[in-house]
T-cell receptor, first 117, second 117 residues
Framework: GAVVSQHPSRVICKSGTSVKIECRSLDFQATTMFWYRQFPKKSLMLMATSNEGSKATYEQGVEKDKFLINHASLTLSTLTVTSAHPEDSSFYIC?????????????FGPGTRLTVL | AQKVTQAQTEISVVEKEDVTLDCVYETRDTTYYLFWYKQPPSGELVFLIRRNSFDEQNEISGRYSWNFQKSTSSFNFTITASQVVDSAVYFCALRGGYGGATNKLIFGTGTLLAVQP
């Protein structure tokens, strides 16, 4: 399968600060990447779809000004949690699709565990 | 609307037992794709299988097998002779139609499998 990396794997920050999470596809140039968050013992919730060179598409209920997504290249997408609060503490996972039209499979990064104090 | 239901929240088995994880899906698309992912305690989602709606052949990969039944909208996953390393949360997911990389994955709520030694 394809390889996706995320950095950092864990981050602890103070309330009010901003945190940037990087997602890199190591063996594929991805025009589209996805950002999810996962609460403990819960399923994955899609936050946004990140399109290279254009604005991300956010899911309903996700604040685009709070969760800034930048997909500046075919191998790098970033998610910035701005003015983080304890309720933003979660597991954030990125993924990208690999494969031809309609046949693609999403491969996931190892995730970033964010703890906001 | 698309929906994936994994009715089993948690399953506990003893090593070497066979175990089947259920997945029932809903979609109006005539073409769609079904997936299974494994999420071990480390958190990274591992892709296990993709099945296309037009291919109802069951598949076996080592100790893993999948039973796709369009008539009952089910895509069940069986682990034969389970091992402790199989302990993880398993997610079933659905992606509809054509449209390439931007189509969203709809996840079930996951089944936590605990294999006791």
């Amino acid at each position: 399968g394809a390889v996706v990396s995320q950095h950092p794997s864990r981050v602890i920050c103070k309330s009010g600060t901003s945190v940037k999470i990087e997602c890199r596809s190591l063996d594929f140039q991805a025009t589209t990447m996805f950002w999810y968050r996962q609460f403990p013992k819960k399923s994955l919730m899609l936050m946004a779809t990140s399109n290279e060179g254009s604005k991300a598409t956010y899911e309903q209920g996700v604040e685009k000004d709070k969760f800034l997504i930048n997909h500046a290249s075919l191998t790098l997408s970033t998610l910035t949690v701005t003015s983080a609060h304890p309720e933003d503490s979660s597991f954030y996972i990125c993924s990208y699709s690999s494969g031809g039209m309609g046949m693609n499979t999403q491969y996931f990064g190892p995730g970033t565990r964010l703890t906001v104090l | 609307a698309q929906k994936v239901t994994q009715a089993q929240t948690e399953i506990s088995v003893v090593e070497k037992e066979d175990v089947t994880l259920d997945c029932v899906y809903e979609t109006r698309d005539t073409t769609y794709y079904l997936f299974w992912y494994k999420q071990p305690p480390s958190g990274e989602l591992v892709f296990l299988i993709r099945r296309n709606s037009f291919d109802e052949q069951n598949e076996i990969s080592g100790r893993y097998s999948w039973n796709f039944q369009k008539s009952t909208s089910s895509f069940n996953f069986t682990i034969t002779a389970s091992q402790v390393v199989d302990s993880a949360v398993y997610f079933c997911a659905l992606r509809g139609g054509y449209g390439g990389a931007t189509n969203k994955l709809i996840f079930g709520t996951g089944t936590l499998l605990a294999v006791q030694p």
